[in-house]
């Protein structure tokens, strides 16, 4: 455990001034706030909207466009730094000549991977919420705080990490199998497309697509939610197509550490 | 009672799919050596040293370093080496000396060890600068630090004298030499053979997988010399009397050169071409190089 806790902290280390690392900050910092812009620019637009109905119009802007194309972009973007790291360096000989298990050098860049986009999500979860309070601040016309969007809004950014875990796991085994960015980035994105596809077309069997299941997740949240204000906002966080992401990234993950292995002495 | 030899592997034989690249090699590498480990490119070095570093397994457990066998030892056995495979592994987006801190985080080594390295490899001066914009030169001596930063009893170096300048070799050979006077042992492949000449006590000499001699230079020396050269004061003369009794002689830079047997023979040549009249000025074993002996005994 501290031979994995160690290549952790190694990892943040090699990545702390990249932009693998930076784009999970910079891209929510960046995008809330174009989008808070054009939000508050247009205030009167909103004015005659309960607080309720205000929250959704702002958060649905960023789930929509986050579940179907920048989240699976930016999971591929991030998987491949991690281990081109080690590709561009020629490391992995030296890093399997370590006195440390081959298991907690491999978990360890998966699970920076995957902490990456919960990163991510979570900026994302707290700018919006931070955004919209500025605005109410000086628009006193926006009622963001007039309703608590807080815990829904991180239980909805919660669920669309667990969905894009299969993304995560398959992206993180092509870039270690691939170096070049292009085979990375080309299969993920016409895969993304193909996922998009699925949810859109709703296919009975869409949620066992990885690359619609963060799509697929956010149209059944849209659907199951009641915005009449009559009953309380929830919706159910494990539904199938969570589930189907889960075991896809557990059947990734270890089907990466084979590939790996052989890939260490190349 | 400590390990006479700190690598030891025994028959190790292995193959890529149906290509045989190990045949039956049994390396010894004495405790506190500098073993170079000499063979043309696609001999097996390289194999060899991602053996011993449990990057390739053999599934008969006939590796050992330390008396102990590296499958059941990976681990522990890691712990007391320091390795340069190929080229070094380098982040170029990190300085040098955060490719240390890296390296030092990773192995629970503490930050003053960092110093030492960068000091006795002589990068001290260009530590703050990217590794991506070093030389061939600075990312073998980076290499070297990485290498050298556990403080190993076993450093396997894989060519480390690549894209060195001279001085940088002189250094790098002086630096080794140093660590072996301390106790260490190091284990070099190179195909520079007047460097590894100049400064392993011990070479192995590997050629189609299969480990075609081991031992120490004086050994190699002494195995290869099987000339005698003659001086006389005539030499063709003396040639065609020693062709007339049934040597086998030639005529090489004004001496005779005859097929070495036996000391007793080399008594009796002496004898002949003082009977017959010859003056004999001198009667030798002349010592072949490295690159002679090298090239020799891949040749056969």
Same mark, same amino acid.
């Given at each position: 455990?501290?031979?994995?806790?160690?290549?952790?902290?190694?990892e943040?280390?090699?990545?702390?001034?990249?932009l693998?690392?930076?784009?999970?900050?910079?891209l929510?910092?960046?995008?809330?706030?174009?989008?808070?812009?054009?939000?508050?620019?247009?205030?009167?637009?909103?004015?005659g909207?309960?607080?309720?109905?205000?929250?959704?119009?702002?958060?649905?802007?960023?789930?929509?466009?986050m579940?179907?194309?920048?989240?699976p972009?930016?999971?591929?973007?991030?998987?491949?730094?991690?281990?081109?790291?080690?590709?561009?360096?020629?490391?992995?000989?030296?890093?399997?000549?370590?006195?440390?298990?081959?298991?907690?050098?491999?978990?360890?860049?998966?699970?920076?991977?995957?902490?990456?986009?919960?990163?991510?999500l979570t900026?994302?979860?707290?700018?919006?919420?931070?955004?919209?309070?500025?605005?109410?601040?000086?628009?006193?016309?926006?009622?963001f705080?007039?309703?608590?969007?807080?815990?829904?809004? +991180?239980? $909805?950014?919660? *669920?669309?990490?667990?969905a %894009?875990?299969? @993304?995560?796991?398959?992206? #993180?085994?092509?870039?270690?199998?691939?170096?070049d960015?292009i085979?990375?980035?080309?299969?993920?994105?016409?895969?993304t497309?193909?996922?998009?596809?699925?949810?859109?077309?709703?296919?009975?069997?869409?949620?066992?697509?990885?690359?619609?299941?963060?799509?697929?997740?956010?149209?059944?949240?849209?659907?199951?939610?009641k915005?009449?204000?009559?009953?309380?906002?929830? +919706?159910v $966080?494990m539904? *199938?197509?969570?589930?189907? %992401?889960?075991a @896809?990234?557990l059947a990734? #993950?270890?089907?990466g550490?084979?590939?790996?292995?052989?890939?260490?002495?190349? | 009672?400590?390990?006479?030899?700190?690598?030891?592997?025994?028959?190790?034989?292995?193959?890529?799919a149906?290509?045989?690249?190990?045949?039956?090699?049994?390396?010894?590498?004495?405790?506190?050596s500098?073993?170079?480990?000499l063979?043309?490119?696609?001999?097996g070095?390289?194999?060899?040293i991602k053996?011993?570093?449990?990057?390739?397994?053999?599934?008969k457990?006939?590796?050992?370093l330390?008396?102990?066998?590296?499958n059941?030892?990976?681990?522990?056995?890691?712990?007391?080496?320091?390795?340069?495979?190929?080229?070094?592994?380098?982040?170029?987006?990190?300085t040098?000396?955060?490719?240390l801190?890296?390296?030092?985080?990773l192995?629970?080594?503490?930050?003053?060890?960092?110093?030492?390295?960068?000091n006795?490899?002589?990068?001290?001066?260009?530590?703050g600068?990217?590794?991506?914009?070093?030389?061939?030169?600075?990312?073998?001596?980076l290499?070297?630090?990485?290498?050298?930063?556990?403080?190993?009893?076993?450093?396997?170096?894989?060519?480390?004298?690549?894209?060195?300048?001279?001085?940088g070799?002189?250094?790098?050979?002086k630096?080794?030499?140093?660590l072996?006077?301390?106790?260490k042992?190091?284990?070099?492949?190179?195909?520079?053979?007047?460097?590894?000449?100049?400064m392993?006590?011990?070479?192995?000499?590997?050629?189609?997988?299969?480990?075609?001699?081991?031992?120490?230079?004086a050994h190699?020396?002494?195995?290869s010399?099987?000339?005698i050269?003659?001086?006389v004061?005539?030499?063709?003369?003396?040639?065609?009397?020693?062709?007339?009794?049934?040597y086998?002689a030639?005529?090489k830079?004004?001496s005779?050169?005859l097929?070495y047997?036996?000391?007793?023979?080399?008594?009796?040549?002496?004898?002949?071409l003082?009977?017959?009249?010859f003056?004999?000025?001198?009667?030798?074993?002349?010592k072949?190089?490295?690159e002679?002996?090298?090239?020799?005994?891949?040749?056969?």
């Amino acid at each position: 455990m501290q031979a994995f806790l160690i290549s952790l902290r190694s990892e943040f280390y090699k990545s702390r001034n990249t932009l693998s690392f930076w784009s999970a900050i910079l891209l929510p910092l960046i995008i809330c706030a174009l989008i808070a812009e054009g939000f508050y620019v247009n205030s009167n637009k909103l004015a005659g909207m309960t607080g309720m109905m205000q929250w959704f119009r702002f958060s649905g802007a960023f789930l929509g466009v986050m579940g179907s194309l920048l989240l699976p972009m930016l999971v591929i973007f991030q998987t491949f730094s991690i281990n081109n790291m080690e590709h561009r360096a020629d490391m992995w000989k030296s890093l399997f000549a370590l006195p440390l298990p081959k298991w907690s050098v491999y978990s360890s860049k998966f699970v920076y991977a995957v902490f990456l986009t919960a990163l991510c999500l979570t900026l994302f979860a707290s700018f919006i919420i931070a955004a919209a309070y500025l605005m109410n601040f000086f628009k006193p016309e926006f009622k963001f705080n007039q309703f608590d969007m807080s815990a829904l809004l +991180f239980k $909805l950014h919660l *669920k669309l990490f667990l969905a %894009s875990i299969s @993304i995560i796991s398959l992206q #993180f085994v092509f870039s270690l199998l691939w170096s070049d960015f292009i085979q990375c980035m080309g299969l993920g994105f016409l895969l993304t497309i193909f996922g998009i596809i699925v949810a859109n077309l709703g296919w009975k069997y869409g949620y066992a697509i990885p690359y619609a299941q963060p799509m697929i997740a956010m149209n059944a949240v849209t659907k199951e939610i009641k915005i009449d204000g009559t009953q309380t906002i929830d +919706f159910v $966080l494990m539904t *199938k197509e969570i589930y189907v %992401s889960l075991a @896809i990234g557990l059947a990734a #993950f270890a089907s990466g550490y084979f590939i790996i292995r052989k890939r260490s002495v190349n | 009672m400590p390990n006479e030899f700190i690598i030891e592997t025994r028959k190790l034989s292995y193959s890529f799919a149906s290509q045989k690249v190990l045949n039956e090699v049994s390396l010894q590498v004495p405790s506190g050596s500098i073993y170079g480990f000499l063979g043309p490119n696609g001999a097996g070095k390289t194999t060899t040293i991602k053996i011993l570093l449990n990057l390739l397994r053999s599934d008969k457990n006939n590796v050992l370093l330390f008396g102990e066998e590296i499958n059941k030892n990976r681990l522990k056995i890691l712990s007391r080496i320091g390795a340069l495979v190929e080229q070094p592994a380098i982040y170029s987006h990190l300085t040098g000396r955060e490719n240390l801190n890296n390296r030092a985080m990773l192995l629970g080594i503490p930050k003053k060890r960092i110093d030492v390295v960068q000091n006795i490899t002589g990068i001290d001066d260009y530590a703050g600068k990217k590794a991506g914009k070093y030389s061939l030169g600075m990312k073998q001596r980076l290499g070297i630090a990485l290498a050298l930063l556990p403080d190993p009893e076993l450093l396997l170096l894989d060519e480390p004298t690549n894209g060195l300048d001279p001085n940088g070799i002189i250094e790098i050979r002086k630096l080794l030499q140093k660590l072996t006077s301390e106790g260490k042992t190091v284990f070099v492949s190179s195909h520079i053979l007047s460097e590894v000449e100049k400064m392993a006590t011990h070479v192995g000499i590997i050629n189609h997988g299969k480990l075609l001699f081991q031992g120490s230079i004086a050994h190699l020396h002494d195995i290869s010399i099987n000339t005698i050269s003659i001086e006389v004061n005539n030499v063709v003369d003396a040639a065609n009397m020693l062709l007339n009794k049934g040597y086998t002689a030639d005529i090489k830079n004004e001496s005779i050169i005859l097929p070495y047997s036996s000391q007793r023979e080399m008594s009796c040549i002496n004898k002949l071409l003082v009977d017959s009249g010859f003056s004999v000025f001198g009667l030798s074993r002349p010592k072949n190089d490295l690159e002679t002996m090298f090239l020799n005994i891949t040749k056969n």
